[in-house]
């Protein structure tokens, strides 16, 4: 069994950070290379939509070729910086609290089970824990790209 409870406190206290960003702001791009904020969450959903799949389907056995995805080219495509800030972080806490469920309701015999990607072999325990360390990344992202926005609009 997978603990979720760390996992839980950290999609609640990023959903309370997000609650309090200024909307206007948000849609900010400082480069063309930079991510605007709307765009890091855009990408976490994405991640969440993608985790989603592989979380479920590795629960009834190892999964081959299901496809992983390109960030840029993801991005690009949905255009989240046309969206709406509340949209967007409202998606993305109720796409969590999903996924939370999920984790918490996978057999432990499901655990090992294995994504085969790129000669590469990825247990659903493996996935599980890692959504947490990229989410915990773009939580660190999103924070830097905050304060760099707020020091261009001074």
Known sequence: MIRTDEFRNIVDSFND???GVPGD????KLSEEK???KEIIGHL???ASNNHQRFVRLQFGDL????AYDAETWISAQKYNEMDWIDLITLWYSYNRIL???IEGIDDKALDNAWKVS????SLGFLAKDYYRHLK???EQFESRLNEINDSVR
Request: charged share 20%; aromatic share 12%.
């Open 17 to 19: 950070r997000l609650a």
């Open 25 to 28: 702001i948000t849609g900010i």
């Open 35 to 37: 991510w605007s904020l």
């Open 45 to 47: 959903i994405d991640s």
């Open 64 to 67: 081959i070729g299901f496809p």
């Open 100 to 102: 939370l469920c999920i």
């Open 119 to 122: 000669e590469k072999e990825l």
């Open 137 to 139: 990344w773009h939580i």
